[in-house]
């Protein structure tokens, strides 16, 4: 059975920082890219960054680069997202989610996902 589960989130000031861990199992870890994404109430779904499983290439979204790291450790079938100089506008359920490129996570066609950690920001 396909399963991911996030962990890390909670409750952090404005400028505080957060390292979330996306636990893979039941699928071939290295030759999936990995991402994650976010949502918050009454907003649409957004992307925050994704690695590939090729060359280990990372992208991030325009609204969290130079604050966000992602990152993925095959041996431990775990992808990290280490979140630095949080802002109130973070605040949202971040989940993780594979697909077999990253061109699919880019158009959100995941083939699995996570049910999400949440990450709330106090200004």
């Known amino acids: 059975e396909v399963q991911l589960v996030e962990s890390g989130g909670g409750l952090v000031q404005a400028g505080g920082s957060l390292r979330l861990s996306c636990a893979a199992s039941?699928?071939?870890?290295?030759?999936?890219?990995i991402g994650w994404f976010r949502q918050a109430p009454g907003k649409e779904r957004e992307g925050v960054s994704y690695?590939?499983?090729?060359?280990?290439?990372?992208y991030y979204w325009p609204s969290v680069k130079g604050r966000f790291t992602i990152s993925r450790d095959n041996a431990k079938n775990t992808v990290y997202l280490q979140m630095n100089g949080l802002k109130p506008e973070d605040t949202a359920l971040y989940f993780c989610a594979v697909a077999t490129s990253t061109y699919l996570l880019r158009r959100h066609e995941y083939d699995f996902w996570g049910q999400g950690t949440q990450v709330t920001v106090a200004s």
């Open positions: 690695i590939s499983n090729s060359d280990g290439s990372t």
């Open positions: 039941g699928f071939t870890f290295e030759n999936s890219a």
